[in-house]
């Protein structure tokens, strides 16, 4: 026998998306809003993002080499969260906050679970409400200093438009009327990355085009919780309130980028949808009758761990089984 | 009636420009043939020749060794060599009847003269495909005679022809569908005269627009026959999926098309039926395409059965380069083969040669529960769980996962971004149980 050909199992051919492409394809997907956040809050935003992604890829690499595990081609995932982390710090937060959170996300919430594809909440959100719980002050501040020295570089075009403390959704629970298109195209304070709904939509749009997320989870999530807002928000049929609500604090972020996490989300199709509805129904109850005015990351990493759950109660039918006859 | 598609699938990229307008070649060997016994699911066929015994085209060779299994027929003239086992496609060692091709073709009497199947008697159609070693042609090789002799024979309402050839380079069946439509139609004819009540359909991906009107002309004139245009993707062709699509019926792993009132046929048996009883001429000769970027001239072949895969591959102008990999069959199904010396037996659809090997380019990372592999099941399960199980060795949580009901037709590993061998966990895991079931 002279040469003898390859042989493995069938298929033998791919479709040529890896997990490199798709976790290439989120980063892609979260640049619009990172530029928003960066030209709205200077080079600091920038700064954050970059020490928030930094850390998560060292932490990850370190851990990966101390535990010897082995090294496949690399995917990206660490640097998808870190962008995540850095997307929900305030721009005025000391930079040593984000590099906590994203130690705390891949090896706490990641690594130590068995990591890639074995954490049971989503690593950026788990490092968020861990900061939000430890840091809870430094995590609040969003008073931009203004017009003082090197401001406007340092915190771009918010020093200038004078934006105050309170978020806009924080004003909404305080009853206050927001701007709208502010809320919509990002011109108002908060976290780095959330600002923007118009940019968010821009990268969940690549995103689709991709075919890298389905539009069950967030569909499902926005409806819910428009419903929601409707029947129990306390401002009967408004719009402009639901509008309101829906473009600000982090609801778009989360219901594109971090409740269509692949990991944390469930695997079948009625279970996307099941997944939804809870996020929907649990952001509503949070923002309107707890204490605070944020209420999507609770809702997800809650609705996390109800993901096992979720998919056992809709496993599809196989394709025949009590089918005719 | 069926909406003409199946949820899930894939749309892999169809490599069938490289052989769909080459006319098909018929090929005379003069070299060595190779009668596996087994090329059908079944018992295999008893040798009916001793070494040294001449041997005609047409001349039954092997005896059909049950009533689920099927004969084997000479496809040349010569003397037989050897009864021996030999290397066949799947890699194992059958018990092969080798011939000695004298080049000449001569045939038994009788070879090839034209009849009337009107004046035949069903039971008469019936005892000639027996006789003729047809089974089927699109990979499986279920005898035919059986599936044409279903338990409720006026149960049956539909007869499906399944043209889909969904395969990616495949188009074996659709230069038979323009070169020879009227066999085609001719052979669906006689398998509905088995069953009066029954209507035909001719299912035909919506990307073989040729072939449909090539066949609605000739069908035009035929109350009973009809053709169904399904969406092309991949796994259209399988047999449930493919039932679904064009009635709408669905059935599962433990029952038959039958039991829902179908029977299903490819395109080249069908082909084989009319020639068995309108032209006398038994099963041997298939079309085999002969593609992929390592082949010289990627075309199409009538092959006589038993013919070494070498020969057709050298037929089309050889080799380029150093291939990595062989497959007999589709992309998606087929098998690799070490080596091109097997010979083409029933049911090998296409010899694919291709210079670089996409399997070992993909490395197995963790699984990131992205879901593709559920969205793509066509038989709607849950991969992902299924393989976990399978790692595990969990045979019985296997089973909950209905792991039984898939049929291996790869879309799941094709889709997978994390590279995971998912069929061929699958495979090893369907075996196990079926082997475990039989012990009991």
């Known amino acids: 026998m002279s040469k003898m050909y390859n042989v493995s199992a069938s298929p033998h051919i791919r479709s040529g998306v890896t997990t490199s492409t798709i976790m290439r394809d989120v980063a892609i997907a979260l640049m619009p809003a990172c530029a928003l956040g960066v030209y709205q809050f200077g080079l600091r935003a920038l700064l954050i993002l970059l020490v928030s992604t930094l850390t998560c890829a060292a932490t990850e690499y370190i851990y990966l080499r101390l535990m010897k595990r082995q090294q496949g081609p690399y995917e990206c995932s660490a640097i998808v969260t870190g962008m995540l982390i850095g997307m929900n710090m305030p721009p005025t937060v000391p930079l040593w906050i984000p590099v906590v959170g994203s130690v705390f996300a891949i090896l706490v919430v990641k690594q130590v679970f068995g990591g890639l594809g074995q954490n049971f909440m989503n690593p950026a959100l788990g490092a968020r409400c861990f900061l939000f719980l430890c840091y809870a002050e430094r995590m609040n501040t969003f008073q931009i200093p203004q017009k003082v020295g090197n401001a406007i570089i340092n915190y771009g075009a918010a020093s200038v438009d004078g934006i105050s403390g309170a978020t806009p959704l924080a004003a909404l629970k305080a009853g206050e009327t927001i701007s709208l298109f502010d809320a919509f195209f990002g011109f108002t304070g908060g976290v780095i990355g959330e600002t923007s709904a118009a940019m968010i939509l821009l990268g969940a749009a690549y995103m689709v085009y991709r075919k890298v997320i389905s539009l069950r989870i967030p569909l499902a999530y926005l409806l819910t919780f428009s419903v929601f807002v409707l029947l129990l928000g306390g401002h009967g049929f408004d719009f402009y309130f639901l509008a309101c609500q829906l473009c600000t604090g982090g609801l778009m972020l989360g219901a594109f980028f971090m409740a269509t996490d692949y990991v944390t989300s469930p695997i079948t199709k009625g279970g996307q949808i099941v997944f939804g509805i809870l996020l929907g129904i649990l952001t509503g109850l949070f923002r309107f009758y707890g204490n605070n005015a944020e209420g999507v990351s609770y809702a997800i990493i809650i609705a996390n761990l109800l993901v096992p759950l979720i998919e056992k109660m809709t496993m599809p039918r196989p394709f025949g089984k009590g089918g005719l006859k | ?440």
């Not at chain 2, 150093?322 to 083409?344: C, F, Q, R």
Request: glycine fraction near 10%; hydrophobic fraction near 40%.
């Open chain 2, 1 to 440: 009636m069926g909406k003409g598609t199946f949820s899930g699938g894939v749309h892999p990229w169809d490599g069938k420009e490289l052989s769909k307008d080459k006319p098909i070649v018929r090929l005379e060997p003069k070299s060595e043939m190779v009668f596996p016994m087994a090329q059908h699911i079944g018992a295999p066929a008893n040798p009916v020749v001793a070494v040294g015994d001449a041997v005609l085209v047409g001349q039954c060779i092997g005896e059909a060794g049950g009533f689920v299994s099927a004969n084997i027929i000479s496809s040349v003239s010569g003397t037989v060599k050897a009864i021996e086992p030999r290397q066949t496609v799947s890699g194992a060692k059958v018990l092969s009847v080798v011939i000695d091709n004298d080049g000449e073709y001569k045939t038994v009497p009788g070879f090839g003269e034209k009849r009337d199947y009107k004046t035949l008697t069903p039971q008469e159609i019936r005892d000639i495909i027996k006789e003729a070693g047809i089974v089927g042609m699109g990979g499986a090789g279920f005898p035919t005679h059986v599936k044409l002799t279903p338990k409720n024979p006026n149960d049956i309402e539909y007869i499906l022809v399944n043209a889909a050839e969904c395969e990616p380079y495949l188009t074996s069946d659709y230069r038979e569908m323009l070169e020879e439509p009227e066999k085609l139609v001719g052979g669906l004819r006689i398998a509905l005269s088995l069953f009066p009540d029954a209507e035909g359909l001719i299912c035909i991906e919506n990307n073989k627009p040729a072939a449909v009107a090539v066949l609605n002309e000739l069908i035009k004139n035929d109350k009973n026959i009809k053709i169904k245009v399904l969406k092309a993707k991949y796994p259209q062709g399988a047999e449930r999926n493919l039932v679904y699509a064009a009635t709408g019926r669905q059935f599962n792993s433990t029952m038959l098309p039958a039991d829902v009132g179908c029977i299903v046929q490819n395109v080249d048996t069908i082909c084989a039926i009319y020639r068995a009883v309108a032209e006398n001429t038994p099963l041997v000769r298939r079309i085999v395409t002969v593609s992929g970027d390592s082949v010289k001239e990627p075309q199409n072949f009538n092959v006589p059965i038993g013919t070494s895969h070498a020969e057709v591959v050298e037929a089309a102008g050889g080799l380029v380069g150093e291939p990595k990999k062989i497959i007999s069959g589709g992309p998606m199904m087929g098998v690799a083969m070490y080596t091109l010396d097997v010979p083409v037996q029933k049911t090998s659809s296409a010899i694919l040669a291709f210079a670089e090997d996409e399997v070992e380019q993909y490395e197995s990372s963790p699984c990131i529960r992205c879901g593709r592999c559920v969205g793509v099941c066509p038989s709607h399960l849950v991969p992902q769980k299924m393989e976990i199980a399978a790692r595990l060795f969990d045979n019985e949580a296997f089973e909950k996962l209905s792991g039984m009901e898939c049929y291996e037709c790869g879309s799941c590993t094709y889709v997978c971004p994390a590279g995971r061998r998912l069929t061929q966990a699958f495979k090893q895991t369907r075996r196990a149980v079926l082997d475990a079931r039989r012990k009991k």
